[in-house]
């Protein structure tokens, strides 16, 4: 399938890519990868984390060690602002998107 893009004056690169995002209707599969990408980097828990699920604002994880599942709740609120922070500053992050957005709970098990 091949999107036109209509070009009338210079457009900037950032904007062909949130037109081609739109377009594809791939902003909800690409918010749960890039919310998924946030964890890895501001936990730091990546290599522990066994399971990833995001659905409605809360962010399931499920990690192999009980030790690091235990240190990670009591961060649960700053992580969870971290993250946010992380995804803000993300272009590839769609914020306006209604099915998945920024992360509001996090959940360990």
Known sequence: ??????????????QLVEAFIKS???AAGLNT???????DAC???GPYT???FYRGGKLYITLNSS?????????RDVLIEKMNAF???????????RSVGFIQE???K
């Not at 091949?2 to 070009?7: E, F, G, P, S």
């Not at 030790?67 to 961060?75: G, H």
């Not at 995804?87 to 998107?97: G, K, R, V």
């Open 50 to 52: 066994l399971k990833r």
């Open 1 to 14: 399938m091949a999107v036109k893009i209509h070009r009338k004056e210079a457009v900037r690169m950032d």
């Open 67 to 75: 030790v690091i599942r235990s240190q990670l709740y009591f961060q």
């Open 43 to 45: 936990s730091g828990a």
């Open 24 to 26: 594809m209707r791939i």
């Open 33 to 39: 990868q890039r919310v998924f990408a946030a964890w």
């Open 106 to 108: 996090l959940i360990l």
């Open 87 to 97: 995804l803000a500053q993300d272009t590839l992050f769609t914020a306006d998107n």
